[in-house]
């Protein structure tokens, strides 16, 4: 029996700008922390390497861990620059952290028309890693929310979780596609079960969601999101031929 054809679509930097609202709220930190007189050249990468211990402690995303690790460096700062401890300041410090509920987080261009093209010919998936709470709300503020059978949030992605959902939904392991912009939550899953994936590379990203494949291993690249439609008909016509 034909099954028709899946896509699992990442939600940040994916479909929406996350990261760019993470720069702009990093930028108030420091500017804040300047302002108290607590900076150095190393400031940006105490606060990036707390963000990281966070979300590893915690085996998830937790919303908290941005603002708690803004809090960390300011202490860590307090210490190492002699500067007495004061709770306005750290208030001020984890109210600028706490932004990431507040700020609005809009559609990557061409998100709409690439899942409006889709919709007809693909099973579409949403599976974005976080909370609950603050990823649906993200994703439907976006108005990209209708698009989806289902969307999905897990505290953290792994091979196993997309073998479920393929398993749970009765997908083809052959014809799934994972898009994503993180290869450790993306493609290499992707690449371990077998399924045809894009990278997609319209943000920066975040260091933390990168990581090491195995030598010789290739998978496309997009700096468009619209692109990853002529990928997929490449690979239908190829298939169908």
């Given at each position: ?10 939600l ?134 209708s ?20 398993q ?14 993180s ?30 494949l ?28």
């Amino acid at each position: 029996m034909f099954k028709k054809p899946a896509i699992i679509f990442d939600l940040d930097d994916t479909l929406i700008y996350t990261h760019e609202v993470y720069l702009a709220i990093t930028a108030e930190f420091l500017e804040k922390m300047a302002e108290y007189g607590l900076t150095d050249d190393n400031l940006y990468g105490t606060l990036d390497a707390y963000d990281q211990e966070n979300v590893e402690a915690a085996g998830a995303y937790r919303q908290e861990a941005f603002p708690q690790a803004m809090l960390q460096t300011y202490e860590f700062y307090c210490q190492k620059l002699q500067h007495e401890y004061q709770q306005a300041e750290a208030d001020e410090i984890l109210n600028i952290g706490w932004q990431i509920n507040q700020r609005k987080y809009q559609p990557v261009e061409g998100a709409a028309e690439l899942l409006e093209n889709l919709t007809e010919t693909h099973r579409l998936f949403l599976l974005t890693q976080g909370e609950e709470e603050m990823q649906m709300k993200k994703i439907k503020e976006s108005g990209l929310f209708s698009y989806f059978e289902q969307c999905i949030v897990v505290p953290k992605k792994s091979t196993a979780i997309y073998q479920t959902l393929i398993q749970q939904y009765q997908l083809s392991f052959a014809n799934t596609w994972i898009i994503g912009n993180s290869i450790k939550s993306e493609i290499k899953p992707a690449l371990e079960l077998g399924l045809p994936c894009i990278l997609v590379q319209v943000t920066p990203g975040w260091d933390y969601e990168s990581t090491t494949l195995s030598n010789g291993v290739t998978y496309p690249i997009v700096r468009k999101l619209l692109d990853c439609l002529s990928l997929i008909e490449v690979k239908k016509e190829v298939k169908s031929g």
